[in-house]
């Protein structure tokens, strides 16, 4: 009895030892914050009167790749991989979904801003596809954001008006301080022709 006891014992050290070697260890990952909106950006409206309309974004949708916290790139042969021991503090959309709110909050174009986070009740929704959110290796290093937007009646399900939206921000190199910056300047420039838009297409919208 004492000699299977301990077989039995010695058997389970060497399982677990042998589990200890098996496993790879953990890959340490340094997370960055995303780039804040400048606090004089997305202001071209300003002059402007404000619409009288609560507009709520909703967090994009996107697929498999650009719906985590890596940092995703595009090599010369089209593969797509992520950005080796780095990550954001959140999944990318998440990122861009609090970006936008900030940003046009700060615009003052509407009279409310929110997101789907609390559920608050809107005039209009903001629903968006997030197909890009990369960083292209491909000739000219840069930021490659694409965006599908479409403003929406949260009681019909109505979609008033769509667009898409495509930027190419050049970065200086590929090192990550770079990379990181070139994703706040693309996303600001993705703001700005977002703010544009939603500002013209609401106009009539406000005034039925």
Same mark, same amino acid.
């Given at each position: 009895?004492?000699?299977?006891?301990?077989?039995?014992?010695?058997l389970?050290?060497?399982?677990?030892?042998?589990?200890?070697?098996?496993?790879?260890?953990?890959?340490?990952?340094?997370?960055?914050?995303?780039?804040s909106?400048?606090?004089?950006?997305?202001?071209?409206?300003?002059?402007?009167?404000?619409?009288?309309?609560?507009?709520?974004?909703?967090?994009?949708?996107?697929?498999?790749?650009?719906?985590?916290?890596?940092?995703? $790139?595009?090599?010369?042969?089209?593969?797509?991989?992520?950005?080796?021991?780095?990550?954001?503090?959140?999944?990318?959309?998440?990122?861009?979904?609090?970006?936008?709110?900030?940003?046009?909050?700060?615009?003052?174009?509407?009279?409310?801003?929110?997101t789907?986070?609390?559920?608050l009740?809107?005039? $209009?929704?903001?629903?968006?596809?997030?197909?890009?959110?990369?960083?292209?290796?491909?000739?000219?290093?840069r930021?490659?954001?694409?965006?599908?937007?479409?403003?929406?009646?949260?009681?019909?399900?109505?979609?008033?008006?769509?667009?898409?939206?495509?930027?190419?921000?050049?970065?200086?190199?590929?090192?990550?301080?770079?990379?990181?910056?070139?994703?706040?300047?693309?996303t600001?420039?993705?703001?700005?022709?977002?703010?544009?838009?939603?500002?013209?297409?609401?106009?009539?919208?406000?005034?039925?």
């Amino acid at each position: 009895m004492i000699r299977r006891l301990t077989s039995a014992a010695l058997l389970t050290a060497l399982l677990g030892l042998g589990a200890c070697t098996i496993l790879p260890e953990s890959e340490a990952l340094s997370v960055y914050q995303f780039p804040s909106p400048p606090a004089s950006g997305a202001s071209s409206t300003s002059t402007e009167p404000r619409l009288p309309l609560s507009l709520r974004i909703n967090t994009p949708q996107a697929g498999y790749a650009f719906s985590g916290p890596r940092i995703m $790139v595009v090599t010369a042969d089209n593969q797509l991989q992520s950005y080796k021991g780095v990550r954001w503090s959140d999944p990318g959309p998440q990122l861009l979904r609090e970006y936008l709110a900030v940003a046009l909050q700060r615009s003052g174009a509407l009279s409310s801003v929110t997101t789907d986070e609390h559920a608050l009740h809107a005039d $209009v929704h903001l629903d968006t596809n997030l197909r890009r959110f990369q960083l292209d290796t491909d000739g000219t290093p840069r930021i490659v954001i694409k965006l599908d937007a479409r403003l929406v009646n949260p009681e019909s399900r109505r979609i008033y008006v769509n667009h898409s939206f495509l930027v190419e921000h050049p970065v200086t190199s590929t090192q990550i301080s770079d990379v990181v910056q070139g994703y706040g300047q693309a996303t600001d420039d993705l703001t700005q022709q977002l703010l544009v838009w939603t500002r013209q297409q609401l106009a009539p919208i406000a005034q039925d």
